[in-house]
């Protein structure tokens, strides 16, 4: 096998492993969703989210990770949207965000 063989093998095994690890990770996200909303008595619209954003990292044990972040609309009612969002570091939810709804009850505009 020659050296420019090799590169594209090693290169397609990175796009595939990158492919099914971006999938998990929003499997994970759509679950930390999922379960944000129930918790807080929200209608989780659509059931998906959506990716917003990917850089490298660094983890609280300062491991370099894959930081993703995805956005997701919600409801208190039904008839209101409101946009969330995960972020996801490494296989790790750090922060799921369904704030925007009492924001805009506090500041109405």
């Not at 850089?55 to 956005?71: M, P, T, W």
């Not at 008839?79 to 009850?105: C, F, K, N, P």
Request: charged letters at 30%; hydrophobic letters at 45%.
């Amino acid at each position: 096998m020659s050296f420019a063989e090799l590169m594209a093998v090693l290169g397609l095994g990175g796009g595939v492993w990158f492919w099914f690890d971006s999938l998990k990770a929003r499997e994970a996200g759509l679950e930390a969703a999922r379960r944000a909303c129930l918790r807080e008595g929200l209608q989780f619209l659509d059931e998906t989210v959506v990716g917003h954003g990917i850089r490298l990292a660094r983890n609280d044990e300062g491991h370099v990770v894959l930081r993703r972040g995805f956005d997701f609309e919600y409801s208190l009612s039904g008839d209101d949207r409101y946009r969330g969002s995960v972020l996801i570091e490494g296989r790790e939810v750090v922060l799921v965000d369904t704030a925007q709804h009492r924001i805009r009850v506090l500041h109405p505009h």
